[in-house]
């Protein structure tokens, strides 16, 4: 039976969804010899689907040899994450230009797929980045904080009760008066490995406050942050904060502060490093969040299911499509090649 090199049936290639019929013959090429070509090197940016999926590839292994069924299921899930992918072909009216917009593939949605978290990380962004011109429109003096609050390594068993910790301190600190001019706030988890293999888990948290937070009074310097977080937390050390106000209101600043707060929640090279941390760590996380938002950006990160929010994540895209329309590409996950490929076209 011919497979794509990774145990998938030429059949079920076909069968997955009635969107790809032309994604058979991409599956295998075993009769017909024609060379591959890199999704790579069609399209440089999406050279990033190649490096997401083959760390899924190897994440996949690990949670398979998971004892709990839950956690083996995982991995199986994730082996057929996004194993094909199918891309609109548009062209820039103006230059002639032709990229790439993925339409149709199929996401498993597992926590720790490096493919979903950065699919998840843009779609977060983009939804970020639609919403400014409304936030900016009804609060035209309103500004940017950029605040990282951290706490001590913890033993990796040790992390779902720091994580709940860390999750009443942050309720205790939105309540504190010192607070009253954040408008708005979305915090964001990331968990890091420790090289003793401890876990390091911090908040990023950015926050959209009144432009009185800056007068008198109502401002709040690193240092009383420090201290808040520490009586919050309940600490008896001082946790390192960083706090800083996103000065350049144009898109550069503010778009930089946003991707380090919406970025991955785990280190791709975390996930591969030591997989009895990883594992344990998938436990520690299970139902726990990552994302949470407030105030008036509550709404911007109200959560959603559906494959359509992991596919449509680009930030911009204004080409449009060539007329006539151009056919869609198809790719295929190759295990061997560690790689997107298709065949050339005859």
């Given at each position: 039976?011919?497979?794509?090199?990774?145990?998938?049936?030429?059949?079920?290639?076909?069968?997955?969804?009635?969107?790809?019929?032309?994604?058979?013959?991409?599956?295998?090429?075993?009769?017909?010899?024609?060379?591959?070509?890199?999704?790579?090197?069609?399209?440089?940016?999406?050279?990033?689907?190649?490096?997401?999926?083959?760390?899924?590839?190897?994440?996949?292994?690990?949670?398979?040899?998971?004892?709990?069924?839950?956690?083996?299921?995982?991995?199986?899930?994730?082996?057929?994450?996004?194993?094909?992918?199918?891309?609109?072909?548009?062209?820039?009216?103006?230059?002639?230009?032709?990229?790439?917009?993925?339409?149709?593939?199929?996401?498993?949605?597992v926590r720790?797929?490096?493919?979903?978290?950065?699919?998840?990380?843009?779609?977060?962004?983009?939804?970020?980045?639609?919403?400014?011109?409304?936030?900016?429109?009804?609060?035209?003096?309103?500004?940017?904080?950029?605040?990282?609050?951290?706490?001590?390594?913890?033993?990796?068993?040790d992390l779902?009760?720091?994580?709940?910790?860390?999750?009443?301190?942050?309720?205790?600190?939105?309540?504190?008066?010192?607070?009253?001019?954040?408008?708005?706030?979305?915090?964001?988890?990331?968990?890091?490995?420790?090289?003793?293999?401890?876990?390091?888990?911090?908040?990023?948290?950015?926050?959209?406050?009144?432009?009185?937070?800056?007068?008198?009074?109502?401002?709040?310097?690193?240092?009383?942050?420090?201290?808040?977080?520490?009586?919050?937390?309940?600490?008896?050390?001082?946790?390192?904060?960083?706090?800083?106000?996103?000065?350049?209101?144009?898109?550069?600043?503010?778009?930089?502060?946003?991707?380090?707060t919406l970025?991955?929640?785990?280190?791709?090279?975390?996930?591969?490093?030591?997989?009895?941390?990883?594992?344990?760590?998938?436990?520690?996380?299970?139902?726990?969040?990552?994302?949470?938002?407030?105030?008036?950006?509550?709404?911007?990160?109200?959560?959603?299911?559906?494959?359509?929010?992991?596919?449509?994540?680009?930030?911009?895209?204004?080409?449009?499509?060539?007329?006539?329309?151009?056919?869609?590409?198809?790719?295929?996950?190759?295990?061997?090649?560690?790689?997107?490929?298709?065949?050339?076209?005859?």
């Amino acid at each position: 039976m011919c497979s794509d090199g990774g145990g998938t049936p030429l059949s079920a290639a076909i069968e997955w969804t009635d969107r790809m019929p032309k994604i058979a013959p991409d599956v295998c090429n075993h009769n017909t010899r024609r060379p591959l070509q890199n999704l790579s090197d069609v399209s440089a940016k999406d050279k990033s689907w190649d490096d997401h999926r083959s760390t899924g590839a190897d994440v996949s292994e690990i949670l398979k040899t998971a004892p709990e069924d839950w956690i083996e299921a995982q991995g199986e899930r994730l082996h057929d994450c996004s194993r094909h992918l199918l891309f609109d072909q548009l062209v820039d009216p103006e230059t002639g230009e032709i990229s790439l917009r993925l339409d149709t593939t199929r996401f498993c949605r597992v926590r720790a797929c490096p493919v979903c978290q950065w699919r998840r990380s843009l779609m977060w962004r983009a939804r970020m980045y639609q919403s400014l011109p409304e936030i900016t429109d009804a609060h035209p003096s309103g500004r940017w904080l950029f605040l990282t609050l951290t706490v001590k390594n913890c033993p990796v068993g040790d992390l779902r009760a720091q994580l709940a910790a860390m999750s009443a301190a942050w309720n205790r600190l939105r309540g504190r008066k010192a607070l009253a001019p954040v408008l708005g706030w979305v915090r964001a988890t990331e968990i890091t490995r420790g090289k003793d293999g401890s876990a390091h888990p911090h908040y990023h948290v950015l926050l959209f406050v009144k432009s009185t937070y800056f007068k008198g009074s109502s401002y709040i310097s690193q240092v009383r942050w420090t201290e808040m977080w520490r009586d919050v937390m309940r600490l008896d050390y001082d946790p390192m904060v960083d706090v800083r106000a996103v000065k350049d209101k144009g898109p550069s600043g503010l778009k930089g502060a946003i991707v380090e707060t919406l970025k991955y929640a785990v280190k791709n090279a975390d996930m591969v490093e030591d997989p009895e941390w990883f594992l344990e760590m998938t436990r520690q996380v299970r139902k726990t969040r990552g994302i949470a938002a407030g105030g008036i950006l509550k709404d911007v990160f109200r959560d959603e299911d559906g494959d359509d929010d992991l596919i449509h994540t680009d930030e911009e895209t204004d080409a449009v499509e060539a007329e006539p329309e151009l056919p869609g590409l198809s790719f295929s996950y190759r295990h061997q090649a560690r790689r997107y490929q298709r065949e050339r076209d005859a």
